[in-house]
């Protein structure tokens, strides 16, 4: 029985490894139909290399950071009970790839390739899994402090803070230090749109992350008989909550549209497995209109040149749903309980925190030695000839 219990676990978290391994795909796809069409194979390259850096970075370091686990050891050692701790490696790993992967959403079309894989490695390799160990590994006591100090913990379940926030605070400084796009935002005060170039690509890469996130917050629970159905409709409340703010806030614009169950998904993860569902669709419709709003301002006021509006929906929707968490998984909403207001904003307020001077220390130093942006050359001739010199139709470009 004790074999068949360690197989069924490493059975179960390596399917939500899988799954969250496939919101990858849903990332790549969401990058390549928003940006312009001279920068859709760069938006495919850059995930797919970006998660292949994560993957090394974090096996040889970033897990150890987190967890004090490293893998050193011999294959015998690493295979016992059925390689168990191989495979929540496997799905802790696609969490931490999900920061370079956020990031990039937020600097397409003008980001130097380099420079940003490098700052992939140290962010996964350093500055994500430092965090992630005070959240998710006692690291440093804080959460015992935390516990002592409100009654609670800082309560995260599934990331809405720790990959979610931690991601799109880190992204604002990389935005803000590379700068808008070349003719963004004109001198003269107007402001260029760059439509999507596919909404079909930007609907599928939606449509895979959210299916995708079914994995990432039902299989936070990382062993089988901690699994919850609550957390799984949670999401799915979360999900169309965020949609259907999303839908009239955005005036039915498809761009708001489909980012608007990723908003509600975001906010959801940390307190899925503590809220009722009627919580989690508030949570998540609250969610849809922070993303529509703030992505409205950030682009049009404060001339903020974020592609993918990663700040807003990861950044902020991630920052409400650890707040959310202590607010909706309280037993007088209806929630578990267990939880406490001021220690989630002391955690969220901390992870932000580390972002946001990460983000800006990291971006800035690559900025002053290998520099962050492509030539206005190269941007005016897309990062997918100037980097990769092809294009996603070079036969169609062959024929005009």
């Known amino acids: 029985m004790n074999a068949l219990q360690q197989g069924a676990n490493a059975l179960f978290i390596l399917l939500g490894a899988v799954m969250v391994l496939a919101m990858h795909a849903g990332f790549a796809f969401l990058e390549l139909g928003t940006v312009r069409r001279k920068n859709q194979v760069n938006a495919l390259v850059k995930i797919l290399v ?183 409709v949670n999401s799915l409340m979360a999900m169309v909550g965020g949609t259907l703010v999303a839908l009239v806030l955005g005036k039915n614009d498809p761009g708001f549209l489909h980012n608007g169950p990723l908003a509600g998904l975001v906010a959801v993860c940390a307190g899925s497995d503590l809220m009722h569902p009627l919580g989690a669709l508030v949570v998540g419709g609250v969610a849809g209109a922070i993303f529509v709003l703030m992505f409205t301002l950030t682009q049009n006021k404060w001339k903020i040149d974020d592609v993918l509006g990663v700040w807003p929906l990861h950044g902020l929707c991630g920052t409400w749903g650890g707040v959310a968490a202590g607010i909706f998984g309280s037993k007088a909403l209806g929630g578990l309980g267990g939880v406490s207001l001021s220690a989630q904003l002391i955690g969220t307020g901390m992870g932000v925190l580390w972002a946001l001077v990460s983000g800006f220390a990291v971006y800035g130093l690559l900025k002053v030695t290998l520099g962050l942006r492509m030539s206005q050359e190269e941007e005016f001739d897309g990062a997918d000839l100037s980097i990769h010199k092809i294009s996603a139709t070079p036969e169609r470009e062959a024929n005009w």
Not at 110 to 125: D, E, H, M, S, Y
Not at 172 to 189: C, F, M, Q, T
């Open 50 to 232: 970006d998660f292949s850096v994560s993957t090394v970075v974090y096996f040889v370091v970033g897990y150890s950071v987190a967890y004090g686990t490293g893998f050193f050891v011999g294959a015998e050692e690493l295979a016992a009970k059925n390689g168990y701790e191989l495979v929540k490696f496997f799905f802790l790993l696609t969490f931490a790839a999900a920061i370079p992967a956020i990031i990039s959403g937020g600097i397409a079309e003008r980001a130097k390739f380099w420079p940003q894989l490098l700052a992939t490695a140290v962010i996964v390799g350093v500055i994500y899994p430092f965090f992630e160990g005070i959240a998710w590994n006692q690291h440093f006591g804080v959460q015992a402090w935390l516990l002592a100090t409100t009654g609670a913990e800082f309560h995260d379940f599934a990331g809405s803070v720790v990959v979610h926030a931690v991601g799109g605070w880190i992204a604002l400084g990389a935005v803000i230090l590379l700068g808008a796009r070349s003719n963004r935002y004109r001198k003269d005060g107007a402001i260029s749109a760059h439509p999507p170039s596919s909404i079909p690509f930007l609907a599928l890469g939606a449509w895979i992350l959210t299916v995708g996130w079914f994995g990432f917050n039902v299989m936070s629970a990382q062993t089988l008989d901690k699994i919850s159905g609550l957390v799984a």
